[in-house]
């Protein structure tokens, strides 16, 4: 299989997930990582026994080896940035959201048409979940009949006190929207990438449930619990809660909320489709286990299991029953997939998300956004 050579920008929280992704893929070289924070960069390169680290996105551009970028940084340099990419020739592996409003994702899409060769993806890696590519294959063959009622939540506990900071709550760095774009936008794609259908509807109520947070004189890092006694006061408008209710074009309703003020919850995904014949529940704390919720019937649970799982699933679990698969798992396997298509004839569609695929959940957040101001439903 042919091998890529990958150089990886941004080495903050989930950079670190990139570089430990890539390292387990077979045919991935990690030659390069790059961040603004130079010493970041030089630790990175060390720990990993990685040939080169840059001080910046320019001179990872120009590094003639690489073949492949990982863009890790913030949600504002996402757009620029991954121009830049596709402009260079070099394939592009972007992180969500793939940018800040639907102008900007937009204006990456015709760059992409004007460069056919560069493969792009957008790392919406809770899809190559086997379970959730096992619900995927069973929709599909029209296992649960027709989706009638889709909900779920995505809850974390980060944000909960006033003294939790980050970027993602700074417009100008975060973009529309905080707790939606951050992590309702995994939620969306994922049920869009199951059910095979869009969302083309929402009516959302986005509340900031701390208004005036502590913003840390100093760097503190995405999930950390470290309170600093220097910070200044912040007022905050973007929401840290938000309940979006929906329609699919497949003639589907649905609600979900996202919430990143939630005690307890460190990333409780969980999605539940009812339809016309069952029903499937999974949550991403609970990885291995599928709920086949039955009327006249035992309900039961579908244990990840390769041996008698769909073929799609079964490409995306590496490990036996019983030995726990989890978050990085299903993070390397979208990953993997990615290379596996540069290394294919490119001739099926891809499973990662693509460019319009992430285009698409950039229009329906600002939809969510637009229906929360204007209190009504929007159509998308
Ligand atoms: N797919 C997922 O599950 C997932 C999870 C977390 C974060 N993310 C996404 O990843 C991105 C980064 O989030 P994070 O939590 O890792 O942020 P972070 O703040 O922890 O890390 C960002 C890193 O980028 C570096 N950086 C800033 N400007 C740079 C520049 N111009 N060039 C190179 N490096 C630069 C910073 O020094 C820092 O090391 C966000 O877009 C976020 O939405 C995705």
């Not at 998300?353 to 959940?361: K, Q, T």
């Amino acid at each position: 299989m042919k091998v890529f050579n990958v150089g990886i920008l941004g080495l903050g929280y989930i950079g670190a997930s990139h570089i430990d992704a890539v390292r387990r893929i077979p045919n991935c070289r990690l030659v390069a990582v790059a961040d603004t924070n130079i010493e970041f960069a030089k630790a990175r390169a060390e720990q990993y026994g990685i040939e080169k680290y840059y001080g910046s996105p320019e001179e990872l551009l120009a590094d003639p080896d690489i073949d492949v970028i990982h863009n890790c940084t913030p949600n504002h340099l996402h757009t620029d940035i991954n121009r830049a990419v596709i402009e260079a020739g070099k394939h592009l592996f972007s992180e969500k959201p793939l940018s800040r409003n639907y102008e900007e994702a937009l204006s990456l899409l015709e760059t992409s048409k004007a460069h056919p060769e560069v493969v792009c993806a957008v790392n919406f890696n809770y899809r190559m979940n086997p379970l959730v590519q096992e619900m995927r294959s069973r929709i599909k063959k029209g296992e649960l009949g027709d989706v009638r009622i889709v909900s779920g939540a995505y809850q974390q506990q980060h944000m909960m006190y006033d003294t939790d900071y980050n970027w993602r709550f700074e417009p100008e760095f975060s973009g529309i929207s905080c707790t939606v774009a951050d992590i309702g936008s995994h939620w969306m794609d994922l049920v869009q990438h199951v059910t095979g259908s869009k969302i083309v509807s929402v009516m959302a109520d986005l509340v900031t449930t701390i208004p005036v947070r502590k913003k840390a004189k100093k760097q503190v890092d995405t999930f950390s619990n470290a309170v600093c006694d220097e910070y200044e006061l912040k007022n905050i408008e973007m929401e840290d809660y938000g309940a979006v209710l929906f329609k699919m074009d497949n003639g589907a309703t649905g609600l979900f909320h996202v919430s990143q003020v939630s005690a307890g919850h460190g990333c409780c995904f969980g999605v539940e489709f009812n339809g016309s014949k069952c029903s499937y529940r999974w949550n991403q704390e609970e990885n291995d286990r599928l709920w086949i919720g039955l009327r006249g019937d035992d309900n039961r649970y579908v244990i990840r299991d390769p041996n008698y799982m769909t073929p799609e699933a079964k490409a995306v679990s590496a490990l036996a029953m019983g030995h726990p698969e989890g978050w990085n798992d299903a993070f390397c396997g979208n990953i993997r997939a990615f290379y596996e298509y540069l290394a294919s004839d490119r001739a099926t569609s891809p499973s990662f998300a693509s460019l319009e695929e992430a285009s698409y959940i950039i229009r329906l957040t600002e939809a969510i956004v637009k229906s929360s101001k204007e209190k009504r439903w929007i159509e998308v």
